[in-house]
């Protein structure tokens, strides 16, 4: 497949010119221009790259990239080593953050929700990124928070009533601690995210809503890996999902 074919696909498909986000999203780093070799991850770190070089991939998909706003825009140190990289070898570099997050079907609250068995029914929070949704029968706050473990397996942080009975759950997957009071407003029994704030702790005790910190990389594999998936079965690309270690 031709790279530009590729780009056009992926930027039609997660919609990324209707998303506000802090990064660009698509082809951050070009490469050679024929594609029949990808590489999915949740982060372009250098050990990824490395498996990429090492499996002779043409392009990397992940969803935390490069060129973050705000960022020193210097090409040093780490930074050079990467592009370095990645240029040397020839691989182009996409990367899709908030699309990726708000696909409804290859997206990560998506995927995590099809992981987990939830149903979502509405949205909430800042371009609508958060989920809320029924669970098909009511649950502790602390079984959830087992089956997070067993079927992510990572175990969450809980925060607040372990033993509150969950109905309505809302959930929202990497750094999305500051959509917690939004899941409250929205009637929310119980919010899962990945990560987890200072001040979150004293929000969920006092509102009484309990917090789960599934973790960020935890909660952010399943969007690229369906997105994966996806290009192999349209496009008969060979497509490899590599989950490093990460213990956040």
């Not at 490069?66 to 210097?74: A, C, L, S, T, V």
């Amino acid at each position: 497949m031709q790279r530009d074919d590729l780009r056009r696909y992926l930027d039609d498909l997660l919609e990324v010119a209707r998303t506000r986000d802090y990064c660009p999203n698509g082809l951050q780093v070009e490469g050679r221009a024929e594609i029949t070799r990808i590489v999915c991850g949740v982060s372009a770190s250098q050990a990824l790259i490395d498996e990429a070089i090492a499996r002779k991939a043409d392009a990397l998909i992940v969803h935390h990239g490069y060129f973050w706003k705000g960022e020193d825009p210097r090409v040093t140190g780490i930074r050079r080593r990467r592009l370095a990289a990645l240029l040397g070898a020839e691989i182009n570099l996409f990367a899709f953050h908030l699309p990726l997050d708000l696909h409804p079907v290859y997206g990560n609250n998506a995927q995590l929700a099809r992981t987990m068995g939830w149903t979502a029914t509405g949205r909430f929070g800042e371009q609508d990124l958060g989920c809320i949704g029924t669970l098909p029968e009511r649950s502790s706050a602390a079984q959830i928070a087992r089956s997070i473990a067993a079927r992510l397996g990572r175990d969450p942080l809980l925060i607040g009533d372990a033993g509150r009975e969950v109905q309505t759950i809302a959930w929202c997957t990497g750094a999305a601690q500051s959509f917690f009071e939004a899941a409250i407003a929205a009637g929310a029994d119980l919010y899962v995210s990945g990560e987890i704030s200072e001040q979150t702790v004293h929000l969920a005790r006092e509102s009484g809503v309990p917090y789960l910190a599934a973790g960020h990389h935890a909660t952010e594999r399943y969007g690229v890996h369906a997105l994966g998936e996806h290009l192999s079965t349209r496009f008969g690309l060979a497509c490899e999902f590599l989950d490093l270690e990460n213990p956040i």
